[in-house]
Every structure is written in structure tokens, then in C-alpha cells.
């Protein structure tokens, strides 16, 4: 039986507690610096974090696959957890009522109830969603990672290795989620929030945006117009931005015209995904910097930042690795590294 280590349960209790902290602290000044009632909180965070793991370990995994049906019966399954949620709500209310505990802010009314647990319902399974996706795709990497070690160690030759890197490389992109139900799903959620809260609307649709342009089919050369990847990057920068309070030091240029340019998918965005993982962005005086270049030499992609003092304790580099092991498949791209002890910087020509 396997068995979740001590290390990642830590990770994981951090991550709730900074996320609850945040939204205890942000709900403040609606309800006039007062604190939620103790027992009403728990038993909120309890319910809807145990909704968090039950969908993205056992209901996405044991529903979602190939076939049509399954995404009709996962639909299904998301209005009965939201169902039941809404009865655990009545019933955890009514007891605190039978047991003469307090609600701050009190309750008020039976709509203004069944709304709030609904969108509450939605915002985590939301989480959910993108939670299994991201478990999903860290699977993806891994599986990749192991094919190309063992092609390397089997000495196979370097065209059919080279191949064999690109086709799985894009059967990752491509995952194993129907786009379709997958960004249905993300309007619905969309809509659904928009009409309390346009900020985590709007992380909605940047999410949208990025996984459809992750998701998307590549033409026969393998390349992508430069404006996608440029939109794609743009996206993912809002995205954190929201997520961190706008917070973030980062200047992202581009010099020269775009039009006609193509470029290999995800290729610059994996080079900003090291820069969001690794570097220090919060040091308004050294910001981190993206810049992208297109003359007659061809284009021209710079990131430079400063390192965080404390680094994320697993670094494997295979975000790296598979970007050099792809761009080996294409005679025209050329990237150099350097890394010291303060400083990254990669320049990525094309």
C-alpha cells in the first residue's frame, strides 16, 4: 500500500493554511475586522477541502477517460457533490443552531445561503479541476522522461530518438482530456463566478486561454505563430500577477515585427516557467526580465533574473532537459545558459 510522504503532507498542510490565512485576512474589511465564528470556519475549510482531494483522487481519475459518456456522468457527479454539499451546509447550520453556537456573520436567509454554498462549492471543485490536471501532467512529464532515458540507454539512433521525443512530447500537450468538455467546463465556471467576484473570473479565463493554447494541434512543421506563444506567455504572467496581488517584478518586451514568425509550442514559455519557479520576483529594483528580439538574424529570446536564497527543494531540470532534448529535433534553434550563484540568464535563438 502506498503511502503519502511526511514531506508532501507538510507541503500540502502549508499551501491550505497560507490559503486560508489569505482569504480570512482579505474578507476583513467586509465584515468590519471582525473574525468568522472559530467553529463555523472549521467546519467550513473541513467540508470543502475534504471535496478538494475526494474529487481530483477518486472522482475525476475513477470518471474521466476517452469515451463521451464519461464526461456527461462526470457533469452529473459535479451537481451531486455540489448537492450534498449544500445538505452538509443545512445540517452543520442547524446543529450550530441546536447547540446555541453563534454564526459571525450570522445567517440571514435561506437564498443568500444556497447561493454562497453553491459558488463555494464551484471555487473549490474549480481548484480541484486544475489541481488533477496539474497531478496529471506532472505524470505526463515523468513518463516522457522515462522514454528518453531508456532510448539513450538502448543506444537507439539519434533520428528515431529525436522522433520519438517530439510525438511524445505532443501527446502530453494534447493529455487525455476531451478540450471540448474540458473548456466547457471552464465557461460554465466562468459564468457561474463572474456575477460575485470579476477577479476570479478573470484568472478563469486567463486558465482557459493558456490550456487551450497547451491543448491545441500543432501543424506539420511543428510550430506555432510567435503572437500565440507571445498571447500564451501574457496570460500566464496576468495569471500570477492575480494570484500574487500584482506584486511580481517582471518587464516583458517584445522589439521587431511578429508577423509570419513561427515558432516551436511552449518552447519560450518553458524558459518563463524556470524564471516563475526558480527566481526571486518580488525585487522591485532588480526585476526579472523577458525579452523578445526578431530582425534579420531571426528571433531572439532573453530571460534574466535574480535567484531566490532559498531554492525549491525538488529540482530535477527536466522542464530544461526536455526543452533542449526537443529543440535537438530543429537544426535552427540554438539556447545558452548561464548560471551562477545570483543570477540566471538563457538566450534562445531561432
Known amino acids: 500500500m502506498k503511502t503519502l510522504p511526511v514531506t508532501k503532507i507538510r507541503r500540502h498542510v502549508s499551501i491550505w493554511l497560507a490559503f486560508i490565512a489569505y482569504e480570512q485576512l482579505s474578507v476583513l474589511p467586509r465584515d468590519n475586522w471582525r473574525f468568522g465564528s472559530l467553529w463555523d470556519e472549521v467546519t467550513h475549510y473541513i467540508l470543502y477541502i475534504a471535496l478538494f482531494y475526494f474529487n481530483a483522487h477518486l472522482v475525476l481519475p475513477g470518471t474521466i477517460n476517452q469515451s463521451k459518456k464519461s464526461y456527461s456522468i462526470y457533469f452529473l457527479l459535479v451537481i451531486a457533490q455540489a448537492f450534498t454539499c449544500l445538505v452538509i451546509n443545512y445540517i452543520i447550520m442547524y446543529g450550530f443552531t441546536y447547540f446555541h453556537i453563534a454564526l459571525v456573520p450570522p445567517f440571514l436567509n435561506h437564498r443568500n445561503f444556497i447561493i454562497g454554498s453553491l459558488v463555494r462549492t464551484l471555487y473549490f471543485m474549480a481548484f480541484s479541476v486544475a489541481y488533477w490536471l496539474a497531478l496529471t501532467a506532472l505524470q505526463n512529464r515523468k513518463r516522457v522522461a522515462e522514454l ?35 473548456f466547457n467546463t471552464l465557461n460554465f465556471l466562468y459564468n457561474s463566478v463572474s456575477k460575485f467576484s470579476s477577479k476570479i473570473a478573470d484568472s478563469f479565463m486567463s486558465l482557459s486561454e493558456i490550456m487551450h493554447y497547451a491543448l491545441s494541434e500543432v501543424e506539420a512543421d511543428g510550430k506555432v505563430p510567435l503572437e500565440l506563444e507571445i498571447e500564451n506567455i501574457k496570460n500566464f504572467i496576468k495569471l500570477n500577477q492575480d494570484r500574487f496581488g500584482q506584486k511580481l517584478a517582471i518587464n516583458f518586451d517584445v522589439f521587431g515585427d511578429t508577423d ?36 534579420g538574424n531571426g528571433i ?28 535537438a529535433a530543429y537544426k535552427d534553434y540554438k539556447l545558452e545558459i548561464e548560471d551562477d550563484e545570483e543570477t540566471y540568464k538563457s538566450v534562445l535563438q531561432m
Open 148 to 182: 528518453e532515458n531508456a532510448r539513450l540507454k538502448d543506444q537507439i539512433a539519434r533520428q528515431q530518438l529525436e522522433a520519438a521525443i517530439i510525438s511524445t512530447e505532443n501527446a502530453y500537450l494534447k493529455s487525455q482530456i476531451n478540450p471540448h468538455f474540458l
Open 260 to 295: 509570419g514568425q513561427r515558432v516551436m509550442p511552449l518552447a519560450i514559455m518553458t524558459l518563463v516557467e524556470n524564471m516563475f519557479k526558480y527566481g526571486d520576483l518580488f525585487n522591485v529594483e532588480k526585476p526579472a526580465n523577458i525579452t523578445i528580439i526578431i530582425d
Open 300 to 327: 531572439s529570446v532573453t530571460t534574466a533574473n535574480r535567484k531566490r536564497r532559498v531554492s525549491p527543494k525538488e529540482s530535477h531540470g527536466v522542464g530544461i532537459q526536455n526543452l533542449e532534448n526537443r529543440l
